[in-house]
């Protein structure tokens, strides 16, 4: 049997100052480290990492070194996940922070292949895996920071503050690759492209003064006290907990965010690349158009979060993968215009309002699947499995379909948004939580 999730409906509870900057904040840089890796990849470093000679083969080398990340992720999930759930879901995120922004800020001081030859691409994987590592705790922690912190009125508010941190490190990631694509590119491929990283310094000191500032949450506290009182063994260790107990939970978990990641970054990566690579629409426009949409999703966000309290975070969800499931086509059409009106309309109809709203809702949606006692553990765990099959994965797919293509035709890319939305959808009607807030 599932563990039962018991929220108590008529406490109210203020979350501590800072809180709330605390968590934008770390998912801020861990977006803004991987939507910068991400635009990066599909822009500069085939030109920078990778042999010169053919274009389309150095570009799917680079986003190939983009889906490495994925495969760490899991594992710093789960490990991070579980110490979450045993040491505090506050000295995990801290530590997991700053591997992520260190690693983010040493891709800038890497050498290219011209100075260092195959060891230039060795480095650049290596420093993408530890990144990998510590982005892999960071929003399912900073989820269950967010909802444990909440008064349980308000938990879909408060669970949406990942979900605009996300945003504003789209959005300042997005206005700096924006900025960096109007100059030389000579300049963007020498040294225009490290100094975005290179910022990640700053903003690991910034971000990791706030973190150590903000109390550990409530239920971790009480759950401390709970397990005292219990037998040690390996039935209470948080991952075999989650298996025994909370499997189907978890698999709901993973179940979204396969369909969720699949979507979201063929949207905000793969859309990049096509249009550069495929259309021949200057690398700025695309830039610019996450830039607004990202403007927008942060004002979406915060209604979403809202709406999730009125109507329940399941309903908002389910509403995001029906609106997925109706753009798959039209987005590639407005694309395909190659317009700057229209692609950046493409762009904030599915990554400023569509994407945005259900990353939103799942923050109290997915946080509410776990009992505390492997809240941080299947959150990381579900999180960043689902997020490494698809996450990594689904750029190259689409970016392959398109390629083999003699017209390079998007149908095959539609269809995967399609199987994206059925399972976000399939995954919220499994719903295994037991919340009153349900």
Same mark, same amino acid.
């Given at each position: 049997?599932?563990?039962?999730?018991?929220?108590?409906?008529?406490?109210?509870?203020?979350?501590?100052?800072?809180?709330?900057?605390?968590?934008?904040?770390?998912?801020?840089?861990?977006?803004?480290?991987?939507? &910068?890796?991400?635009?990066?990849?599909?822009?500069?470093?085939?030109?920078?990492?990778?042999?010169?000679?053919?274009?389309?083969?150095?570009?799917?080398?680079?986003?190939?070194?983009?889906?490495?990340?994925?495969?760490?992720? %899991?594992?710093?999930?789960?490990?991070?996940?579980?110490?979450?759930?045993?040491?505090?879901?506050?000295?995990?995120?801290?530590?997991?922070?700053?591997?992520?922004?260190?690693?983010?800020?040493?891709?800038?001081?890497?050498?290219?292949?011209?100075?260092?030859?195959?060891?230039?691409?060795?480095?650049?994987?290596?420093?993408?895996?530890?990144?990998?590592?510590?982005?892999?705790?960071?929003?399912?922690?900073?989820?269950?920071?967010?909802?444990?912190?909440?008064?349980?009125?308000?938990?879909?508010?408060?669970?949406?503050?990942?979900?605009?941190?996300?945003?504003?490190?789209?959005?300042?990631?997005?206005?700096?690759?924006?900025? &960096?694509?109007?100059?030389?590119?000579?300049?963007?491929?020498?040294?225009?492209?490290?100094? *975005?990283?290179?910022?990640?310094?700053?903003?690991?000191?910034?971000?990791?003064?706030?973190?150590?500032?903000?109390?550990?949450?409530?239920?971790?506290?009480?759950?401390?006290?709970?397990?005292?009182?219990?037998?040690?063994?390996?039935?209470?260790? %948080?991952?075999?907990?989650?298996?025994?107990?909370?499997?189907?939970?978890?698999?709901?978990?993973?179940?979204?965010?396969?369909?969720?990641?699949?979507?979201?970054?063929?949207?905000?990566?793969?859309?990049?690349?096509?249009?550069?690579?495929?259309?021949?629409? %200057?690398?700025?426009?695309?830039?610019?158009?996450?830039?607004?949409?990202?403007?927008?999703?942060?004002?979406?966000? %915060?209604?979403?979060?809202?709406?999730?309290?009125?109507?329940?975070?399941?309903?908002?969800?389910?509403?995001?993968?029906?609106?997925?499931?109706?753009?798959?086509?039209?987005?590639?059409?407005?694309?395909?215009?190659?317009?700057?009106?229209?692609?950046?309309?493409?762009?904030?109809?599915?990554?400023?309002?569509?994407?945005?709203?259900? &990353?939103?809702?799942?923050?109290?949606?997915?946080?509410?699947?776990? *009992?505390?006692?492997?809240?941080?553990?299947?959150?990381?765990?579900?999180?960043?499995?689902?997020?490494?099959?698809?996450?990594?994965?689904?750029?190259?797919?689409?970016?392959?379909?398109?390629?083999?293509?003699?017209?390079?035709?998007?149908?095959?890319?539609?269809?995967?948004?399609?199987?994206?939305? &059925?399972?976000?959808?399939?995954?919220?009607?499994?719903?295994?939580?037991?919340?009153?807030?349900?």
């Amino acid at each position: 049997m599932p563990s039962v999730v018991n929220d108590s409906v008529g406490t109210t509870r203020k979350a501590p100052r800072g809180v709330g900057v605390a968590v934008v904040v770390g998912s801020a840089l861990e977006w803004f480290d991987f939507y &910068l890796y991400a635009s990066m990849a599909a822009l500069v470093f085939g030109h920078v990492f990778f042999p010169p000679g053919n274009d389309a083969t150095a570009t799917m080398a680079s986003v190939a070194t983009f889906a490495v990340g994925f495969l760490a992720r %899991p594992i710093g999930g789960i490990v991070f996940g579980a110490l979450g759930d045993r040491i505090g879901r506050k000295k995990v995120l801290s530590w997991t922070f700053v591997l992520m922004g260190v690693s983010s800020a040493g891709i800038g001081l890497l050498p290219s292949y011209a100075s260092a030859g195959l060891l230039a691409p060795v480095l650049l994987v290596v420093l993408r895996l530890l990144q990998g590592l510590g982005a892999g705790a960071e929003f399912g922690g900073a989820i269950a920071v967010a909802y444990e912190h909440a008064d349980p009125r308000k938990r879909g508010r408060q669970g949406s503050w990942p979900a605009l941190g996300v945003n504003v490190g789209l959005l300042v990631s997005s206005l700096a690759v924006a900025g &960096l694509t109007t100059l030389d590119k000579e300049f963007l491929h020498g040294f225009g492209w490290r100094i *975005p990283f290179l910022a990640s310094f700053l903003l690991v000191g910034v971000g990791l003064w706030v973190r150590r500032r903000v109390p550990e949450t409530p239920e971790f506290e009480k759950m401390v006290q709970r397990k005292e009182n219990r037998p040690r063994g390996w039935a209470n260790r %948080p991952l075999v907990k989650l298996f025994r107990s909370d499997w189907r939970a978890l698999a709901v978990v993973m179940v979204i965010t396969i369909g969720y990641n699949g979507v979201s970054y063929v949207f905000k990566t793969f859309s990049l690349a096509y249009l550069t690579n495929f259309r021949g629409v %200057p690398a700025n426009i695309g830039a610019l158009g996450i830039s607004i949409a990202s403007g927008v999703a942060i004002v979406t966000v %915060p209604i979403a979060g809202w709406i999730s309290d009125r109507v329940g975070a399941k309903k908002v969800v389910v509403a995001g993968a029906v609106a997925t499931g109706l753009l798959a086509f039209p987005f590639f059409w407005l694309l395909d215009t190659g317009t700057s009106w229209f692609i950046w309309l493409g762009l904030v109809i599915a990554t400023g309002i569509v994407v945005p709203a259900m &990353l939103s809702a799942q923050g109290a949606f997915l946080a509410k699947q776990f *009992p505390a006692e492997v809240r941080s553990t299947g959150l990381g765990t579900g999180r960043e499995v689902g997020g490494a099959v698809s996450g990594g994965l689904a750029p190259l797919a689409a970016l392959a379909i398109v390629e083999a293509s003699a017209t390079h035709a998007t149908w095959g890319v539609s269809l995967l948004f399609v199987a994206g939305a &059925l399972c976000i959808g399939i995954g919220a009607l499994a719903d295994q939580s037991r919340s009153a807030l349900n």
